[in-house]
């Protein structure tokens, strides 16, 4: 199962909105509405910012959020804030029952 | 409040086995699926394996199968990962997970496993 593809950077000014890319296959992405994103910061594990393409978990700021279209999902935060720069990973279920993640994208603010 | 804390790893040499646990807590352990995910110093995370609520069912990524066994313990809110046959490339902080409906809940600290001679 290759991993997903996502840019290796993002960045942007506070008060900007940026999007990620996720663009797998349809035996993934294109194929399930089971695309979540998760944030990392350094040293920190894995936290679950967005599921099921667009839904936010209790207690994820409402500047998360996330849309697919074919065989590619996105990840857009509005109104960057310092304390989003963080590595961004997409992942989703696959028609293999597994699970397989994107290759990680390192989001600065500038 | 949820908690998973791994435990287990550490050095091991090529071809070596080792088993990794994440004792479970603030949650009812038996309703839920796990993960193990795992990542490479400096590289992004990689999933290996989930199990459901009774250990009846379990997947593999290609890159661990049939050297890796995931299980649980759920009298004792506990999750496996036993890995055998070691190789350099599965050096890895390996992170468990609790697993919600096609998502990765809540995540522990993770374990580091070096694999080296």
């Known amino acids: 199962q290759s991993a997903l593809t996502q840019p290796a950077s993002v960045s942007g000014s506070p008060g900007q909105s940026i999007t990620i890319s996720c663009t797998g296959t349809?035996?993934?992405?294109?194929?399930?509405?089971?695309v979540s994103w998760y944030q990392q910061h350094p040293g920190k594990a894995p936290k679950l910012m967005i599921y099921?393409?667009?839904n936010r978990p209790s207690g994820v700021s409402n500047r998360f959020s996330g849309s697919k279209s074919g065989n590619t999902a996105s990840l857009t935060i509005s109104g960057l804030q310092a304390e989003d720069e963080a590595d961004y990973y997409c992942?989703?279920?696959?028609?293999?029952?597994?699970?397989?993640f994107g290759t990680g994208t390192k989001v600065t603010v500038l | 409040e949820v908690q998973l804390v791994e435990s287990g790893g550490g050095l091991v040499q090529p071809g070596g086995s080792l088993r990794l646990s994440c004792a479970a807590s603030?949650?009812?352990?038996?309703?839920?699926?796990m993960h193990w995910v795992r990542q490479a110093p400096g590289k992004g995370l990689v999933w290996v394996s989930r199990?459901?609520?009774?250990?009846?069912?379990?997947s593999y990524a290609d890159s661990v199968k049939g050297r890796f066994t995931i299980s649980r313990d759920n009298g004792k809110n506990t999750l496996y990962l036993q890995m055998n046959s070691l190789r350099a490339e599965d050096t890895a902080v390996y992170y468990c997970?609790?697993?919600?409906?096609?998502?990765?809940?809540?995540w522990g600290q993770g374990t580091l496993v070096t694999v080296s001679s």
């Open positions: 997970a609790r697993a919600g409906t096609y998502k990765m809940e809540y």
């Open positions: 603030g949650f009812t352990f038996s309703s839920y699926w």
């Open positions: 199990i459901n609520t009774d250990g009846s069912s379990t």
């Open positions: 349809s035996s993934d992405v294109g194929g399930y509405n089971y």
């Open positions: 099921d393409v667009s």
């Open positions: 992942s989703s279920y696959t028609s293999s029952t597994t699970y397989v």
